[in-house]
C-alpha cells in the first residue's frame, strides 16, 4: 500500500461527457503529478501540482484540467471526453518539489463509450 | 529534448536466470533516473534510483542498475529471476526546466518469468 489513495476504482461513461477523478497523497506530501496511461501512448505525464499550486505541466489537453486543494487532495477534471481518452490515470505523491520518490495510487481506469 | 527507449517491450526468461532490461536515455542536460515495477492491476512502485554518487545502485528485491553516463544507459539488472518478478518495468528520467522537474517515462518492458 502506497499510502496514496485514488477514487474512483473505475469509471464508465459517454463522449461528451465530463468526470472528476481523485487523488489523495501520502500524508506529508507536498507534490501530486498526475500520468494517463493508455496501451498506445505508455505512461504521460500530465500535470504537477506543489503544495496549491501548479508547479508542470507535460502533455496535458485543454480539455483536462487539475487543482491541489488546501488540504493537499487533488482532483483532475476531463470533460468533452472522446473515446481515445479511455485509459488508466494515476496519481502520484512526492514528498517535495522533486527529484524524489513518487509513490503512486492504485489508479483510476476510466471507460468512454 | 528529452527522451528516454525501453528497447525491449517484452522479455521471457526462466526462472533463476539472470535478466537485464535496457534503458537508454538522451537528454542535453543533467538528469535523474529511476526504475519502477508495476505489478498487474497495481500502481508503480519505486526499484531504485540514481541521483548522484555511486554509479552501480541498488533496490528492492534483487535489483541493481549502473548508470553509465558516456553510453547514456541505466540498465536494470537481476542475477537470479523468480516467478513473482513479473510484471512491466518502466526506467524514468528526470531533469530540471525552469526551475521545475519535469518526468519522461519510457513505454516499458514486460518481464515474463517462466517455470
Known amino acids: 500500500d502506497s499510502g496514496v489513495t485514488q477514487t474512483p476504482k473505475h469509471l464508465i461513461t459517454a463522449t461528451g461527457q465530463r468526470v472528476t477523478l481523485r487523488c489523495s497523497p501520502r500524508s506529508g506530501d507536498l507534490s501530486v503529478y498526475w500520468y494517463q496511461q493508455s496501451l498506445d501512448q505508455g505512461l504521460q505525464f500530465l500535470i504537477q501540482?506543489?503544495?496549491?499550486?501548479?508547479?508542470a505541466k507535460g502533455n496535458i489537453l485543454e480539455r483536462f484540467s487539475a487543482q491541489q486543494f488546501p488540504d493537499l487532495h487533488s482532483e483532475l477534471n476531463l470533460s468533452s471526453l472522446e473515446l481515445g481518452d479511455s485509459a488508466l490515470y494515476f496519481c502520484a505523491s512526492e514528498g517535495g518539489r522533486g527529484p524524489g520518490t513518487q509513490y503512486f495510487g492504485p489508479g483510476t481506469r476510466l471507460l468512454v463509450l | 529534448a528529452q527522451s528516454v527507449t525501453q528497447l525491449d517491450s517484452q522479455v521471457p526468461v526462466f526462472e533463476e536466470a539472470p535478466v537485464e532490461l535496457r534503458c537508454n536515455y538522451s537528454?542535453?542536460?543533467?538528469?535523474?533516473l529511476f526504475w519502477y515495477v508495476q505489478y498487474p492491476n497495481q500502481g508503480l512502485q519505486l526499484l531504485l534510483k540514481y541521483l548522484s554518487g555511486s554509479t552501480l545502485v541498488k533496490g528492492i528485491n534483487g535489483f541493481e542498475a549502473e548508470f553509465n553516463k558516456s553510453q547514456t544507459s541505466f540498465h536494470l539488472r537481476k542475477p537470479s529471476v523468480h516467478i513473482s518478478d513479473t510484471a512491466e518495468y518502466f526506467c524514468?528520467?528526470?531533469?530540471?526546466?525552469?526551475?521545475?522537474?519535469?518526468?519522461?517515462f519510457g513505454t516499458g518492458t514486460r518481464l515474463k518469468v517462466l517455470a
Open positions: 537528454s542535453s542536460v543533467s538528469v535523474y
Open positions: 524514468a528520467v528526470t531533469f530540471t526546466t525552469s526551475g521545475t522537474y519535469k518526468y519522461i
Open positions: 501540482y506543489y503544495n496549491g499550486e501548479e508547479r
